[in-house]
């Protein structure tokens, strides 16, 4: 969750393509009249001499005839049959050649009040959109004479109309800044000070929206500073006004520069402080609402000016998370995620550090954590909303349930148990907005991760009560919070699991569905304690057995909680799960024949997982014979423009890896659609950019996607897929999707080029003139992703070409020390640039050893920490090869070479000798006292291991 806010302004989408089946014969004919009189006016207003601009209200006098026609459009404008609106659009779009149009629709939207507040507010819309699309190509009067009457109507009684010119208002603010509207501010602050309410409250609402879409412009142009200080001094006056909606307008306002830190509100920041402070009593739930969300911001960026008075802001953010509003308790319990995350920071500022805000907050934790489990609960209109009750597996999947779907590209190198792989985000509560439940479950999360197995004191007992309770949406609160200290109290929780674990596994045949749904994540929160429990305890068949259950639910929000903790229980047990595979896959194959539309993307990536981990375990026939049809018959389903293949392919991907050479019935199909997916996308790409107009770009992740599930392919089928490959043309394919220009789409090429190289070189080899150019120009780390699969793809090219990789060193070289060398470069990145300069070395010693001085210090940091493997020792042995070809470059750095070869458990024999040589050869260069004085400064550890090991 960001503190980023929603856009609540109103939008128009196209008023006027409303889906509807009504049509009106004589509408042609009424649309075209009100075209001609509009044109016969525009023509005989231009010709006219252009009169002057100080009095708006006389400079436009509309030809009644042409505004009857406008009003009937607008009229019209307002049937939601699809033929009306087709017409009505069609008219628009005529008219808006015609720039004199705006003039008739800003007319209509502030001096009409005869007409209805749907057709006025229809041309305002109407009229912001064309400001959106055409302002600049509007003429001086047309601009000149929208903004006047934008500012003479801002205090319109009709409050959407009000609404509506301050949407107008930002939206030609837009263009050229605040600065191209230089009396607007000033205008509108003038209007504070008026009688009128409305025009009071129409000018709040204008200058808010103002300040939400340019404050940036505001607080970074100098010249604007005075203004923005009158501005921000201004509302924080109006912070006292009797009207509750101004005064909430008033601190919206502010709102919008605590985060930029704004030099103006920096200014003011005492008064504006010692302001909410005040309005923390104020009665108004808005108000109250954007009190708590200017507290939480400013403890996100100024912590310090509120720890003075830390105490008494948690006792009014404790009101305000009990608070009966739901939108007050909602900012609210921001505070305490903001809060813990201050808790978690080793300095706040040089007088408060995270420690002295948690000994701050500590005594109110028996307070707060009852607030945060009542939050917890369901609402009646959550229940309603969430259809949690309901057998609905047998209900088709509403298009607006189902969230589009993005591939993720590949990315390649070190196989390792490193942290730097993408999390899924995926929210396991899709059906809902972010609301007061999760927020409370976000915030004792976040908590428990801070206080630990301390909070256990005060929760458990709390917890016994809720989970105790006969209302199934207390239970339900009670599970959801057992799952959401699962990290941070862990230790805590062990002792009470044996107790706990037979109670979530019987939650999930309770008669409630949503009950059932929040045990599934709650059990799969404790996974990696289930697989630790000994084998007697029988924790893991017997979860497995529920999940498994629980996965052919009858409610597709449980089916989709059980694959999602089946899918994240897989990722722990791993090898573990392999004698139950022939009960699981039956399982998963029994899903495809009940899930509905959604959640069979979700059994996609539960099957995927499984494939990684349980890996060739999957290979045997029997397996194979079991999952691949289903598999298969969804492929051969699905058209090649539907997005459903992204999962599908992603699946795939893993299972070909997984399954090996019992892919091979299966790989030349899938191999040919993945060609033909990739050329069709290259087609349409070249076709996109020689008619822009005309031709819409091509949804890139076909490419992508189809790329992956090559790699999977080539990574199974090893050397067997050299057939598909010499009879395609994919590597002619590969050249051009190497130089796309989306990153995604080189980054999943780049992949490739690293498996054909290693499984099909003789395929790849005759296209390296032009690949090696692509792969070195892509070693820039500021698209992370693509460099790091640039860098391994050299790496598996250098093992197959040999020496013949000298020319290209030179090309290569200094970017892969520049990369190595440079501060805050991510691990990953970091290990596949040092495997891969290792690799060169090996093949090309003469050619790098000469700069091995400017990189064997990262080099060796880099993979002192990676298990043993092939593509680590073949970087050694580069390693070794430089050294013995420039010992000079390793002097200085030595102990790091040494702490490197000491990370090795198990080096191969011969790798094991070069080490021994290297070694003793420097200790023998530098002399028994020179050595024994260097030796005796290793680490105790280090060097303890080197005399066991290598004899030193």
Known sequence: HTHTRTQTRPLLHACWTLAIDTPLRHLHDKVQSAHSNLHSHVRHHRARKAEPLDDVTMEFQPDQAALQQVLQVLHLSQDPSYQTQQQVHQSLVQLNQFPDFNKYLAFVMTQLKQESDAVRTMAGLILKNNVREYWERFPPEVQHYVKQWCLLGIGDPVPLIRATIGNLCTTIVTFGGVRAWPDLITTLLKFLEEADTNIVEGSFGALARICEDSQQEMAEIPEMHPLLELLLSTFIRFFAHPIPKIRSMALRCCNQFIISQSTALMNHLPDFIQALYQLAQDDNPAVRKHVCQALVMLLEVRPDQLMPQMNPIIEFMLICTADGDEDVALEACEFWLALADLLLLPQVTEAHSGAAVCKVLEPFIPRLLPILLRGMRYSDIDVILLKGNEDDAHEADKISDIRPRIHRSKQVGIDDDGDDTDGDDDDDEAATDWNIRKCSAAALDVLATVYQDAMLAVLLPELQAVLSSQEWEVKESGILALGAIAEGCMAGMQPHLPHLFPFLLQSLQDPKALVRSIACWTLSRYSRWVVTQPRDSMCLPSLLEQLLRSILDNNKRVQEAACSAFATLEEEALQELVPYLPHILQTLVAAFQKYQHK??????????????????????????????????????????????????????????????????????????????????????????????????????????????????????????????????????????????????????????????????????????????????????????????????????????????????????????????????????????????????????????????????????????????????????????????????????????????????????????????????????????????????????????????????
């Open 599 to 952: 959640n069979l993307l979700i059994l996609y990536d539960a099957i995927g997982t499984l494939a990684e981990s349980v890996g060739s375990a999957l290979s045997h026939q029997e397996h194979a014979q079991v999952l691949m049809p289903p598999l298969m018959e969804r492929w051969q389903m699905l058209k090649d423009e539907d997005r459903d293949l992204f999962p599908l392919l992603e699946c795939l991907s893993s299972v070909a890896s997984s399954l090996g050479h019992g892919f091979l019935p299966y790989a030349k199909p899938v191999f040919d659609r993945c060609v033909v997916l990739i050329h069709k996308t290259i087609m349409e790409t070249q076709m996109a950019m020689q008619n822009p107009q005309q031709v819409d770009m091509p949804d890139k992740d076909f490419m992508v996607a189809s790329l992956d599930l090559l790699s999977g392919l080539a990574e199974g089928l090893e050397g067997t897929i050299e057939g598909l490959v010499g009879g395609s043309n994919i590597v002619q394919l590969l050249v051009l999707c190497m130089q796309e220009q989306t990153p995604e789409v080189r980054q999943s090429a780049f992949a490739l080029v690293g498996d054909f190289a290693k499984t099909c070189f003789l395929h790849v080899k005759p296209m390296l003139d032009h690949m090696l150019p692509i792969l070195a120009q892509s070693l820039d780390p500021m698209y992370t992703p693509v460099c790091n699969n640039a860098a391994w793809a050299i790496g598996e090219v250098a093992m197959k070409i040999g020496p013949e990789m000298a020319p290209s060193v030179p090309h290569i070289l200094p970017q892969l020390i520049m990369i190595i060398n440079r501060q805050h470069t991510p691990k990953t990145l970091l290990e596949n640039t040092a495997i891969t300069l290792g690799r060169l070395g090996l093949v090309c010693p003469a050619e790098v050893s000469p700069y091995l001085g400017n990189f064997v210090h990262p080099w060796c940091v880099s993979l002192r920490n990676i298990r043993d493997n092939n593509e680590k020792e073949s970087a050694f042995r580069g390693m070794c090869s430089m050294i013995k070809a420039n010992p000079v470059g390793v002097f200085k750095h030595f102990i790091f070479f040494c702490d490197a070869v000491n990370s090795w458990l198990q080096p191969s024999a011969e790798l094991r000798q070069m080490f021994f040589e290297i070694l003793h050869g420097f200790k023998n260069s530098v002399g028994e006292a020179r050595w024994s004085q260097y030796f005796n400064a290793f680490p105790p550890q280090l060097k303890t291991a080197l005399q066991q090991n290598y004899g030193l």
